[in-house]
């Protein structure tokens, strides 16, 4: 099953990563790390590359340079499923849930890397899918309880409101049982008091999972008051990876985020 | 928590309640009652309404459930035929297999497992192609396979065609419609509980996962290559079994059988009966064969009116027969309200 590396070591080790899309480099030698059990965020101003490195992370995008490694074990270059093996989950900046399936299915489906019966076990319904199916309802069971999902258990997902889609898309991330968590923009869309609870959500999943949790981008004013750490991204670079007191007062930072709201106010940030 | 156990085998029963039940063997009965009833033209019929049953079962799994297209389905269910028959011919010359009691349910098996075979052949591309391109892959599969049948006479039998020897185990013939019917009625309900099972399943969750979002799917832990290659082969599977029994029912196989309008009626029955459930390729398949012999004095029609067909479910029930046949069972349930 899944080995625990050098307990005190780094969880994930982000080395001199570049992406580049044609003549678009998307991120330059970018170097970041995430201990275990660690609350940080990536934050920067829109189309700094934060969906692009969670990506790279993850496997969907292939880094054109550098390396990354979780555990210790160098990933780049294995394919999604097999990261999401390793103990790394995600949500979306713009949900990717299943639609036509239910709450109960898609947290289900975050335990599709623990089912431990075959093809034929699900053909047949055998006892030792019997015995597998049933273990992973349990284990949903109880992220269904800390989320306060059972009500729409049975509801098809794509009926629900939107910070709940949110949630159960935690939930699916929380069922695969990670090391680490890449949240992307959780808050986005969602009311102020959806965001003040999932404020509490994420801190309970760090601290009772005592998994590590990475916020990209979201709402300055809720990263800033959860983060343990903040890297920043400006245009694909690292210009500042600090404590967020720290960040908050880095000239670079607000240079970075005053440049966006010049050129496009509306959008605050 | 035993409760909590039992409440989950619940969910995951595939027949709930005793209404369900009592539905299921009335069912099951007037399934097996039939062919007493029935004059024996229309047993030869449902017959063949059991064997698209099959193919639309499985087709849906790939269509409805994966999300992928296929417009070549005939080329397994060819395959599946001309496999079982060459099956059936060489054990039946040699007398070796016929000691295990085969070879009729053999034959089946073999069919399904070689249209297998070239299902994961034609569903490897689908790994790089997405959406038209991999269709465009299933159809020239399927205009392939009869090309290479018509072409291949050691293989077809040529413009002769080629005769299969009936269904026997051991000196017991099952030559007569009515025991045909219960031999492919019988694969009929066990490729159902089959499909039922694995669309419950993990395996079930992965295929209409990668349907919604395949990204998703990937970085949650599901390997694309491999259930999208599954999909295939089971796909193909089911269109290969159903092939071998064609070709029973048949007892004789020509090429020309395997054109790309059965493809298409094979996808009219899923779309028209609902896409992504199994009752619903059942629903789809029943009523186009039913409707197929029903016009049997019109063939040169029937491609407009299968295709008026499709267009009037899709314009008016989008998830099709099955849909909605949900919607008039759920308005029931609450109607007094
Ligand atoms: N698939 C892609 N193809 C081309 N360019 C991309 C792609 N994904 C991201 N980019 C580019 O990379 C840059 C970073 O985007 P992104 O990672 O989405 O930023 P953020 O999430 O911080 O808003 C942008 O300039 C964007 O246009
Ligand atoms: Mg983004």
């Known amino acids: 099953m899944r080995e625990n590396h050098g307990g005190a070591g780094p969880l994930l080790e982000v080395r001199n990563v570049s992406l580049q899309f044609g003549g678009i480099a998307a991120l330059t030698d970018v170097n970041l790390t995430v201990h275990p059990g660690e609350l940080m965020s990536v934050i920067g101003p829109n189309g700094a590359g934060k969906t692009s490195l969670f990506n790279c992370i993850t496997g969907l995008y292939r880094p054109t340079a550098g390396d990354i490694f979780f555990g210790g074990r160098r990933i780049n270059g294995l394919t999604a499923d097999r990261i999401a093996a390793l103990g790394i989950a995600r949500t979306f900046q713009n949900i990717e849930l299943f639609s036509h399936m239910t709450t109960l299915d898609n947290l289900l489906l975050g335990r599709h890397l623990h089912m431990r019966a075959g ?78 609870d999932l404020v509490f959500t994420i801190r309970d999943v760090q601290e009772e999972l005592g998994i590590a949790v990475v916020l990209g981008g979201d709402d300055l004013r809720m990263v800033m008051e959860i983060s343990q750490r903040i890297v920043v991204l400006d245009r694909g670079r690292v210009i500042a990876d600090d404590v967020p007191a720290v ?23 | 928590m035993t409760q909590l156990i039992q409440r989950y085998e619940e969910e995951m029963a595939l027949v709930r309640g005793g209404a369900a039940w009592t539905g299921l063997v009335l069912l099951l009965g007037a399934l097996a009652a039939l062919p007493w009833l029935l004059p024996g033209y229309y047993v030869y019929i449902l017959n ?44 039946e010359a040699s007398g070796v297999v016929a000691a295990l009691g085969g070879p009729f349910w053999m034959a089946v098996f073999i069919g399904g497992a070689a ?46 065609g080629m005769f299969v020897p009936q269904p026997a185990l051991g000196s017991f013939v099952l030559g007569s419609d009515r025991s045909l019917y219960y031999l492919v009625w019988t694969v009929v309900i066990g490729m159902s509980l089959v499909a039922f099972n694995l669309t419950r399943s993990h395996v079930g969750r992965a295929f209409i996962a990668i349907r919604d979002s395949d990204i998703a799917a990937e970085v949650t832990g599901v390997n694309l290559k491999y259930y999208k290659t599954l999909a295939f082969a089971v796909s193909a599977f089911y269109a290969g079994a159903a092939g071998a029994l064609l070709a029973y029912v048949m007892q004789y196989l020509e090429p020309t059988m395997f054109n790309l309008y059965e493809s298409i009626y094979y996808l009219a029955m899923v ?7 199994i009752p619903g390729a059942m629903f789809g398949a029943v009523l186009l064969t039913l409707l197929q012999y029903g016009l049997s004095h019109a063939q040169e029609y ?36």
């Open chain 2, 302 to 337: 029937l491609p407009v009116i299968y295709g008026g067909i499709v267009i009037l479910v899709m314009a008016l029930e989008p998830m099709g027969l099955y849909g909605r046949w949900l919607k008039i069972k759920l308005w029931m349930k609450t109607w007094p309200m």
């Open chain 2, 115 to 160: 249209a297998a075979v070239f299902g994961v052949l034609v569903g490897l591309p689908a790994i790089r192609l997405e959406g038209p391109y991999l269709t465009i892959v299933t159809l020239g599969f399927g205009l392939a396979v009869q090309q290479i049948l018509i072409n291949w006479p050691a293989v077809s039998g040529g413009r002769i």
């Open chain 2, 48 to 91: 063949f309404v059991g064997i698209n049953v099959i193919v639309a079962i499985g087709l849906n799994l790939l269509v409805g459930y994966t999300g992928q297209i296929s417009l070549g389905h005939v080329g397994f269910v060819a395959i599946g035929a001309y496999a079982a028959t060459h099956f059936i011919r060489a054990t």
């Open chain 1, 119 to 196: 093809f034929f076990d699900a053909a047949f319904a055998t006892r030792r899918w019997w015995r597998n199916e049933v273990a992973q309802r349990r284990r949903v069971e109880e992220i269904m309880d800390m989320l306060d999902l059972q009500s729409v258990r049975h509801r098809r997902v794509a009926s629900l409101p939107y910070g709940m889609q949110k949630l159960v898309e935690v939930g699916r991330a929380l069922a695969t049982e990670p090391r680490l968590l890449l949240l992307d923009e959780p808050s986005a869309g969602m009311t102020e008091e959806e965001k003040a």
């Open chain 2, 271 to 277: 779309v028209v009966g609902g896409l992504g459930t």
């Open chain 1, 247 to 269: 960040v908050q007062k880095d000239p670079k930072v607000i240079e970075a985020y005053l440049g966006e709201e010049a050129m496009d106010p509306a959008r605050g940030a």
